[in-house]
């Protein structure tokens, strides 16, 4: 499969479990929490599936080149191993992690703090979507929607 393909099957499972995800957290309160704004892709594309829910976002940095930024209150800028604890027990109903370079490629130092940061911001039963494989007790892991390709994303719900 050339590069391109892969990238396009990538975005295009995104795509689809956010949608498969608006439907299943219909019942559940709670914000939606995003690691890694990036180009602001995903961030742009929660704003419209969740337009009535808030969404904190997290990153090194953000710039305006991209697109639209979060509100600044909705904003954290840092290394999110440092930032993210703050955001415990805020009970997102969604954590949409896209933090790179993803699969079974997370360095060890990652694959280490990740599975231990994401429950914390979760409210029982909420969903997570990772471009990693997060490994916790806490973390049921859900099959993927029909036909997204197993080991592109990762899926789990919070017991
Ligand atoms: C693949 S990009 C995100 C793409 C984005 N979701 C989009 O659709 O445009 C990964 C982002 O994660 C950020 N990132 C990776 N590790 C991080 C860390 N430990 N703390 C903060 N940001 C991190 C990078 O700065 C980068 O912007």
Known sequence: MSRLDSFIRRMEAQRAIIAH???????????????????????????????????????????????????AEDLIL????????????????????DIGPGGEMTDGETAEWLPRLVPMLLVSGGLVLSDARLQHPELQPLCLPDGIEEGRYYFYRRR
Request: overall charge negative; proline content about 8%; charged content about 25%.
């Open 21 to 71: 995800v608006c439907r299943a957290i219909e019942r559940l309160k709670g914000p939606v929490v995003e690691f890694g704004l990036g180009h602001g892709r995903t961030y742009d594309h929660l704003r419209e599936t969740f337009p009535d829910r808030r969404i904190i976002v997290l990153d090194f940095e953000a710039s305006e080149r991209h697109g639209p930024l979060p509100p």
């Open 78 to 97: 840092g290394d999110i191993r440092e930032t993210g604890p703050a955001l415990a027990g805020i009970g997102a109903a969604f954590l949409h992690s």
